[in-house]
DNA sequence: ACAAAAGTGTTGATTCTACACCCATGG
DNA sequence: CCATGGGTGTAGAATCAACACTTTTGT
C-alpha cells in the first residue's frame, strides 16, 4: 500500500554540510577528520542528524555552529542523497546544505578542537560515503547560481577590493575574467559602494575598499537581474 | 552528541510529485483527490512514501507509474520539506521532485481509477499540508530551468508545430514572447528537426512540425549554451 | 473572395569582448 | 627613480528587441 505510515520505513536523516571558504589561495572548503566510528580518522564534511523536534535548516544551522561557532550564515539546502548503502552503519539518507563563510571570522578555537580545516578545491582529500559526490554538486551549483546572480559577498571580509572581488570570481568559475569588463559590469550594477578608505596591504597605491550594498540588492533582485561573466 | 545514530530520531520520507502538463489551455499540474485519511476528500499532490530499501529518484518513479502508468519520464529532484507538523499523523520530511509529461500520453484510465486530474495552474484547488508551497516553489524551478536551458520538450507530443512550442513557452514564463524573434532563437540552436509533414489542425495553410534532435542537444550542453528569451 | 494562421528580415539599440597605457606610492 | 599593482575608455562584433506584410488554402 502507497498511503500507509509504516514505521517499518522510517530512516535516518542526516545534514551534510559544504562550507565554502574564500582566501589569497583560492576557494575552499571546510572539513573534518572524524573522530568516531565509522570511517574515524578519514576526512568528511561537517554533519549530523536531524532530531526529531527540529526542521532541516535548523539542523544545518546547529550543525555548522557547532563546528565553527558561526551563526547568520548563508545557506542553501542542495540536495538528498539516499543510496541504500551509502552510511554502512543504518540506512541514512542526508541532506545536503552548502554555506559561503569568509576564512578570517570563522573561529579557529573550534575548529581546532574539531580537528578541522581548510582544503583548496583542487587538492582535498577523498571523503568517506559520498561526500565527494556532494561537494563536486555543490561547486556546480555555487557556479550556476554566480553566474546569475551576485552571491558570493558572503566569502569576502566586510570590506574588500575590486582585486578580492574579481579573484573571489575568478576562483568560483575557474575561468579567467578581463578586469576591465569585470569592473564596469560590476559596477553598473550599483550594488557596492565605494569607500573613502584604502587597503595598503595590496600595493603602494593602495586600492579602494567597497561594501556590499544589501539594499540595493534586494531591491534588484525582485527585477530578478542577471549577472553575465 | 552529534554524531549517534539513535533510532529515536528515525522519521518517515515520503516523495511528492509536481507533475507538469501543457495543453492548449496552458501549464497544468494532476492533482488527485486523496481516499484515505488524513484530509480524505482534499486535493494534493501524487505521492507517496519511501520504501526503506529503495532510493529516492527509484521510489518518484514508482509513485509516478502507479497513479499514471508512466515510465522513462523527466524527473528533476526539488527540495526536502521538512516542518515538524507538516503531516499530523507522524513526524515525516518530504522530498518534492517535478515531472514533466505530456498530456495526451498519459493513461486516462488509472487516472480515473485513483481519481486524479489535471488543473490549470491558475486555478489549482487548495491543496493539503505544504503542498500549495511545493507546486509554487516547483513552477519557480521550471520558469528558471527553462529560462537557461531549453528544457520543456518533454511537455510536447514526440511532433510538434512552432505555434505549439512558443505557447508552452509563454506557458511557462507566463509572458508574451516576439514570434519571429522566438524562432529564429529557437533555430540558431539546431536542436529541432523540422520535418516534410504538415499539421493541418490548426490552420488552411498548415504548419510544419517538429521534432526534438537530443543528440544535437546533449550535444550542445556540453558547452553549456544558454537560452534567453 | 476571404478568413485565419503560417512564415519570413531588417534596423537601431544594447551589450559584449578584446585590448594597453598612465597613475600613485613606498621603498 | 623605479617597481608594483590600481585604475580607466574605446571600437568593432554580436546579440537583442521591436516591428508588418505576404502566403496558403479550406470554406
Redesign the pocket.
Known amino acids: 500500500m502507497l498511503n500507509s505510515y509504516s514505521s517499518a520505513d522510517k530512516v535516518l536523516l542526516a545534514v551534510d554540510c559544504i562550507i565554502f571558504g574564500f582566501d589569497h589561495q583560492g576557494l575552499k572548503i571546510l572539513l573534518i577528520k572524524r573522530d568516531f566510528e565509522p570511517e574515524r580518522g578519514k576526512w568528511s564534511l561537517i554533519g549530523g542528524f536531524l532530531k526529531r523536534d527540529e526542521i532541516l535548516d535548523n539542523a544545518a544551522i546547529r550543525i555548522l555552529n557547532t563546528y565553527t561557532g558561526l551563526h547568520d550564515i548563508y545557506m542553501e539546502q542542495l540536495h538528498a542523497y539516499s543510496e541504500i548503502d551509502r552510511d554502512p552503519v543504518d540506512r541514512t539518507i542526508s541532506v545536503s546544505y552548502y554555506a559561503l563563510i569568509n576564512i578570517e571570522n570563522h573561529n579557529e578555537e573550534l575548529i581546532k578542537n574539531y580537528h578541522a580545516e581548510w582544503f583548496s578545491i583542487a587538492d582535498a582529500p577523498n571523503l568517506i560515503f559520498d561526500h565527494n559526490e556532494m561537494v563536486q554538486h555543490a561547486i556546480r551549483r555555487l557556479r550556476y547560481r554566480t553566474s546569475i546572480k551576485p552571491i558570493g559577498f558572503e566569502l569576502l571580509p566586510e570590506k574588500f ?3 578580492q572581488l574579481l579573484e573571489l570570481y575568478e576562483a568560483i568559475l575557474s575561468k579567467e575574467l ?4 569585470f ?3 560590476i ?2 550594477l550599483e550594488i557596492l559602494n565605494k569607500l573613502d578608505e ?3 596591504q ?7 575598499l567597497y561594501t556590499f550594498n544589501k539594499e540595493k540588492y534586494e531591491e534588484k533582485l525582485l527585477n530578478d537581474f ?4
Chains 1, 2 share one sequence.
Open positions: 577590493t575590486m582585486r578581463d578586469k576591465r569588463n569592473i564596469s559590469k559596477n553598473s584604502k587597503d595598503m595590496s600595493s603602494r597605491k593602495g586600492s579602494y542577471v549577472l553575465n561573466l
